[in-house]
């Protein structure tokens, strides 16, 4: 009967011991193992944020080259309405006249003496 009961407890210790070693080893892995994922996880983040931030900046550099585009285009516009109206006055003997200047930018003296040519 001793030899029964000192069986049953090296049987109960041995079971609690190896609970406990796989118990650690098993922690052990498993840290390394939700590591690993995270640093998967932030890889792929930040591979997602950088593919997005290309696009935006794609996308505004796309924009910008238009609206540079048009900006140039009104400014040849204006520059050509301006020579109009210039033209306009000097032939009509309306030169003495003074233009109301309403706009941004007025007539430099280099476009005034390129217009009159």
Not at 7 to 18: E, P, Y
Not at 25 to 30: A, N, V
Not at 88 to 105: A, F, L, Q, R
């Amino acid at each position: 009967m001793t030899n029964t009961i000192i069986t049953a407890l090296v049987g109960v210790i041995c079971t609690i011991l190896s609970g406990w070693g796989t118990f650690l080893f098993t922690r052990r892995k498993y840290e390394t193992e939700v590591d690993s994922n995270e640093v998967d996880n932030v890889k792929k983040s930040f591979d997602t944020y950088v593919k997005v931030t290309e696009e935006t900046i794609h996308s505004l550099n796309n924009k910008v080259e238009r609206l540079q585009r048009e900006n140039d285009e009104l400014r040849k516009e204006v520059f050509n309405l301006r020579k109009q109206m210039f033209q306009w006055m000097t032939s009509n003997n309306y030169g003495s006249v003074t233009i109301d200047k309403h706009i941004n930018e007025p007539l430099s003296k280099e476009d005034i003496n390129t217009l009159s040519k």
